[in-house]
Each structure stands twice: as C-alpha cells, then as structure tokens.
C-alpha cells in the first residue's frame, strides 16, 4: 500500500489489522486503554474525524496492541507486521489487561 495521511487509508489499515488479530473493534479499544468501549468502532466508521490524525495516546495504544509502528498505522509507510509479531503482540495486550484487572480486584476488596 502507498503511504499516506489520507484519513480514509487510515481506517482502512486500522481495521486490516484489528481483522487480522481477530479483536472486535470493542475488544480493541479494551484493550488498548481508549476512553470508550465504541472507539475503535467510531475511528473506523468515520464517526470520530481524523482532520488531524488520531490523539498521540490512542496511536501509542492502538500500536501497542496491534503489534505495529506509528507511522505505519498513521501513514502506511515502513513494513506492516507479520501475523506472529500481530498475534504476539495481542497476547502480551491480553496478559496486561488479566494483570491490571486483578490489581483492580484487589484493591478494591482491600477498601471493601
């Protein structure tokens, strides 16, 4: 794919790769800490407008999770991961998210 800021290409490589993890776009969001449970969904319907590309925060969690560099996610360019470094990636997202929850857990049963 050619490079590009286009918000549309975006998107499309957005989804290309949440599809390829085999996340639902809620559970990507989950996972990579968004504000909402819907805003994975609303990036890639074009709800949420990428006039000036996405938030720092929600690339770093997005790629974090997909297993992908921001420039690659943001403009295509540089290689798109291999399906293991994608997997690999989801699994280690996964993990923290089990951890972080049961931290909450406990601390929450302390204060109970």
């Given at each position: ?32 800490g968004l504000r909402s449970p819907g805003h994975v969904s609303l ?28 420039a690659h996610l943001q403009t295509g360019e540089g290689d798109a991961p291999t399906l293991a470094e994608i997997m690999a ?24």
């Open positions: 794919m050619e490079p590009t800021n286009d918000p549309d290409s975006l998107r499309a490589r957005l989804r290309a790769l949440r599809e390829c993890a085999g996340l639902s776009a809620r559970e990507l969001s989950r996972l990579a990036i890639e319907s074009g709800e949420i407008r990428l006039v000036r590309g996405m938030e720092p925060a929600t690339v770093r969690g997005l790629c974090r999770v997909l297993g992908c560099d921001a990636a989801v699994t280690r997202a996964r993990a923290r998210h089990r951890k972080l929850a049961r931290a909450a857990e406990r601390t929450l049963s302390r204060g109970a």
